[in-house]
């Protein structure tokens, strides 16, 4: 079993930065992938960034490359998210998710592959 819990939304302007973090408890192994997720009302939930836990390879949905990037501190158990240049449009509960393995990398994007999930995080982007 694995517990997730996100921590560091908040309300920011347009065009500013925050870091989520997400703290893992229990059995990370490494071949876990783990993942952030956002979801806005009314809209489906989906994939912004995953990262590989042994070798930290590194997932991007198109809108966000550039601007997030997504890291793992393994001594921590801990994975960040650090979004700069936000927009109001990417108002959304974000959410940490962790699988065990992905049968193909091509995956990443899929919640449905993510066996473990956190509370989310509200991040409000807004003047």
């Known amino acids: 079993q694995v517990q997730l819990v996100e921590s560091g939304g908040g309300l920011v302007q347009p065009g500013g930065s925050l870091r989520l973090s997400c703290a893992a408890s229990?059995?990370?192994?490494?071949?876990?992938?783990m993942g952030w997720f956002r979801q806005a009302p009314g809209k489906e939930r989906e994939a912004v960034a995953a990262?590989?836990?042994?070798?930290?390879?590194?997932y991007y949905t198109d809108s966000v490359k550039g601007r997030f990037t997504i890291s793992r501190d393994r001594a921590k158990n801990t994975m960040y998210l650090q979004m700069n240049s936000l927009k109001p449009e990417e108002t959304a509960v974000y959410y940490c998710?962790?699988?065990?393995?992905?049968?193909?990398?091509?995956?990443?994007?899929?919640?449905?592959?993510?066996?473990?999930w956190g509370q989310g995080t509200q991040v409000t982007v807004s003047t």
């Open positions: 998710s962790a699988v065990p393995a992905l049968p193909q990398r091509r995956l990443w994007a899929d919640p449905g592959q993510y066996d473990y």
């Open positions: 229990g059995r990370i192994f490494n071949s876990h992938v």
């Open positions: 990262i590989s836990w042994s070798g930290g390879s590194t």
